[in-house]
């Protein structure tokens, strides 16, 4: 069975860092593209990060440096390193493992609220 599983999110100050974690059961994890994906309240889902099975990266514009997406395929984890918090960053955030169209999987996201 196919678990995908975040952890790390929290309450955070603006300015303040967390580092998100997504532990995958069940794929073989590196053949999978791995993204970060986020959702605040009233918005559209948006692409965060994106790490590809060959290590490309890709960020959202609005990340400004401040994101790291990373891999480790021997544990099976995809981490987001998140630095530099702002109350905009406040969101569900959630991690999701692609390789095709029907082989595309998503946890049940993990909260992270910024604020004072």
């Known amino acids: 069975q196919v678990r995908l599983a975040e952890s790390g999110g929290g309450l955070v100050q603006p300015g303040g860092s967390l580092r998100l974690s997504c532990a995958a059961i069940?794929?073989?994890?590196?053949?999978?593209?791995l993204y970060w994906y986020r959702q605040a309240l009233g918005k559209q889902r948006e692409l965060v990060a994106s790490?590809?099975?060959?290590?490309?990266?890709t960020y959202g514009d609005f990340v400004k440096g401040r994101f790291t997406i990373s891999r480790d395929n021997a544990k099976k984890m995809v981490y987001l390193q998140m630095n530099n918090l702002d109350v905009e960053d406040t969101a569900v955030y959630f991690c999701?493992?692609?390789?095709?169209?029907?082989?595309?999987?998503w946890g049940q996201g993990t909260q992270v609220t910024v604020s004072s």
């Open positions: 999701n493992a692609r390789w095709t169209e029907s082989l595309n999987f």
């Open positions: 069940g794929i073989s994890f590196d053949v999978y593209g």
């Open positions: 790490i590809s099975n060959s290590n490309k990266l």
